[in-house]
C-alpha cells in the first residue's frame, strides 16, 4: 500500500502512527515540497527534541526503504486541475495528487493522509482519480 502524505498530516504519521506503518508494511510518498514545507516548520519549532524525533523517524523509515521523496510526472486531467485551482490549492497540493495518481497506477491502491479536507476530501473529482473516498483519510483514521 502507498500512503502519500501532506505537510501538516507527516509529523502525525511519522510520530504517532509509526508503528501502524511498519506494521502493515506500507509506504510513505511525499513530493519534494512537502520535504521543504516540512524542513521550514521544522527549522522554526522551538523544541530541539521534536525535531530530532521527527528526523530520526525519516531516517528509519528511509533504512527500510519505507520513506521516499518522489517528484509527480504525471499530468492532471484538465477537469481534476479546474476543480483543485477552484478550491484554492496550491502547487504542492497539485504534486501530492499527481503523485497519489502515479503511485495508484503503479500499485492499484494509495492513500492520501491530509487535515486539509477542502483541498481533497470535499473535490469529487480527487474522490473518483483516487478511487474513492475511503481512500482519502486524516492522519487519526489510519490504522
Same mark, same amino acid.
Given at each position: 500500500?502507498?500512503?502519500?502524505?501532506?505537510?501538516?498530516?507527516?509529523?502525525?504519521?511519522?510520530?504517532?502512527?509509526?508503528?501502524?506503518?511498519?506494521?502493515?508494511?506500507?509506504?510513505?510518498?511525499?513530493?519534494?515540497?512537502?520535504?521543504?514545507?516540512?524542513?521550514?516548520?521544522?527549522?522554526?519549532?522551538?523544541?530541539?527534541?521534536?525535531?530530532?524525533?521527527?528526523?530520526?523517524?525519516?531516517?528509519?523509515?528511509?533504512?527500510?526503504?519505507?520513506?521516499?521523496?518522489?517528484?509527480?510526472?504525471?499530468?492532471?486531467?484538465?477537469?481534476?486541475?479546474?476543480?483543485?485551482?477552484?478550491?484554492?490549492?496550491?502547487?504542492?497540493?497539485?504534486?501530492?495528487?499527481?503523485?497519489?495518481?502515479?503511485?495508484?497506477?503503479?500499485?492499484?491502491?494509495?492513500?492520501?493522509?491530509?487535515?486539509?479536507?477542502?483541498?481533497?476530501?470535499?473535490?469529487? +473529482?480527487?474522490?473518483?482519480?483516487?478511487?474513492?473516498? +475511503?481512500?482519502?483519510?486524516?492522519?487519526? +483514521?489510519?490504522?
Amino acid at each position: 500500500m502507498n500512503l502519500v502524505v501532506d505537510t501538516n498530516s507527516l509529523k502525525a504519521i511519522l510520530l504517532d502512527k509509526k508503528e501502524e506503518v511498519f506494521k502493515k508494511c506500507h509506504v510513505i510518498y511525499i513530493p519534494p515540497c512537502v520535504e521543504k514545507e516540512l524542513e521550514g516548520v521544522l527549522s522554526r519549532a522551538h523544541l530541539a527534541q521534536l525535531r530530532k524525533s521527527i528526523h530520526a523517524a525519516i531516517g528509519e523509515f528511509k533504512s527500510m526503504r519505507k520513506f521516499n521523496v518522489k517528484r509527480p510526472h504525471a499530468h492532471l486531467p484538465e477537469k481534476l486541475k479546474k476543480a483543485l485551482i477552484k478550491v484554492g490549492a496550491d502547487e504542492c497540493d497539485m504534486n501530492i495528487v499527481r503523485l497519489a495518481l502515479e503511485r495508484k497506477k503503479k500499485s492499484g491502491k494509495v492513500i492520501i493522509i491530509t487535515r486539509n479536507k477542502e483541498h481533497f476530501q470535499r473535490v469529487p +473529482e480527487v474522490i473518483t482519480h483516487v478511487g474513492g473516498r +475511503e481512500n482519502i483519510i486524516f492522519p487519526e +483514521e489510519y490504522n
